[in-house]
């Protein structure tokens, strides 16, 4: 759908809590692509945080508010929490708004599936906001695999761990029977993002999934493993409880292998204040991405050439930029509708998996698998770095 072209996409925040205007607004004032000129904030501590945040924005209760003239808005960002996702999301697709979602778009398959069927019947775009992808430390490894570094993938393994021994006051730490929740949604679903979004749909899926902290209702401790229908194998790490430092990433391949290190600095820049426009920014970058070639055969091994890779030029304003140019041009929109929907199929059947003991979940082509039709090379790793 081409959407306004004259001027910024008239944007309404819906949702104004921590990740709202922490995350998304910096983001969007920064680019002149967007107006934020609408937050929906449902609370009074909300309300106010918006008001003074956006002092010229017009702050409303509810989306009812926003649903009574549809027209003043080109764009909705919904941040509510995970199982308002569908409700909200349908409203505003069936006025007709173009709308981001945040990850996961919903917590379960059939979730997703009803909203990408009402967008489709609508005629406007739902797009969930995977955002992970424009992570420097994951980019600069994206476009060394792209470039065939590495030679054929052979392993892709990543980490998104932490140490977080408290359950804190927080709706993620609550279980929602029936659904893909707590840190499996949260950071489970930016984990299999970026592995599908580099090496494509994924054929089988095991699991374990354990609760470590005493008293918590939702996983805190996962490990995931991969088949891709591509050959390549992929393992992934999830966790609450790792106080020693583990690598981002780590590809091995044919010919090399890709290591990274520290991390991507966007994310706590922002937290700290530092946003896009502030000289500051980049300045909290510590990863190194290195690669390892193989060393000469013989009988005994030998390492090969180590080279530094030079970091990705990207960040995650890139979402949002590829989001205008697909709603002015109808140029591809930046997360394919398919890999969002297939996402939620491995995780789900992560889950399964980790219920059954690790017992591997065959995902097929049928509907109710890994959706493999339709999901583009070109829009999994192109759109990654450039």
Request: cysteine-free; glycine content about 16%; hydrophobic content about 40%.
């Given at each position: 759908m081409a959407s306004r072209a004259d001027g910024p996409l008239r944007t309404a925040i819906v949702g104004f809590g921590g990740i709202a205007r922490g995350l998304h607004l910096p983001l969007l004032t920064s680019l002149p692509e967007y107006t934020v000129p609408t937050v929906v904030a449902r609370s009074a501590g909300a309300a106010s945080a918006a008001a003074e945040a956006l002092p010229d924005a017009e702050v409303l209760r509810s989306v009812d508010e926003l649903l009574a003239a549809p027209a003043r808005i080109d764009l909705a960002v919904v941040t509510a929490q995970d199982d308002a996702h569908v409700g909200l999301g349908l409203?505003?697709?069936?006025?007709?708004?173009p709308t981001v979602i945040e990850k996961p778009l919903a917590?379960?398959?059939?979730?997703?599936e009803r909203l990408q069927a009402a967008a489709r019947s609508a005629g406007v775009p739902v797009v969930a906001f995977?955002?992970?992808?424009?992570d420097r430390d994951y980019a600069t490894v994206a476009a060394a695999v792209r470039r065939g570094d590495v030679g054929e993938v052979l392993r892709y393994e990543a980490w998104l761990v932490r140490w977080?021994?408290?359950?804190w006051d927080n709706w993620r730490e609550r279980a929602r029977p029936g659904t893909v929740d707590g840190p499996l949604a949260d950071i489970g679903s930016h984990l299999v993002d970026q592995a599908v979004a580099l090496l494509g749909p994924v054929a089988a899926v095991s699991a374990e999934l354990d609760r470590r902290r005493?008293?918590?209702e939702v996983v805190d401790d996962g490990f995931l493993a991969l088949r891709h229908v591509s050959g390549a194998r992929t393992h992934l790490h999830l966790g609450a409880l790792t106080s020693w430092p583990t690598p981002g990433f780590v590809v091995q391949g044919t010919e090399a292998a890709l290591v990274s290190t520290g991390s991507d600095g966007q994310f706590a820049a922002i937290f700290h204040g530092v946003g896009p426009e502030d000289p500051r920014w980049g300045s909290f970058d510590s990863f190194q991405v290195v690669r390892h070639a193989g060393g000469p055969p013989g009988p005994v091994p030998l390492p090969g050439e180590t080279t530094p890779v030079e970091p990705a030029e990207t960040d995650a304003r890139e979402f949002y930029r590829l989001l205008a140019a697909a709603l002015r041009t109808g140029a591809p929109l930046p997360v394919d509708p398919a890999e969002t929907l297939h996402v939620l199929r491995v995780l789900e059947a992560a889950a399964r998996s980790a219920a059954e003991g690790g017992a591997p979940i065959a995902l097929g082509p049928d509907g109710h698998g890994s959706g493999a039709i339709g999901l583009s090379r070109e829009n999994r790793v192109d759109s990654i770095a450039r």
């Open positions: 409203a505003l697709i069936g006025a007709g708004i917590p379960t398959v059939e979730g997703v995977q955002n992970k992808r424009w977080s021994a408290r359950i005493p008293g918590t």
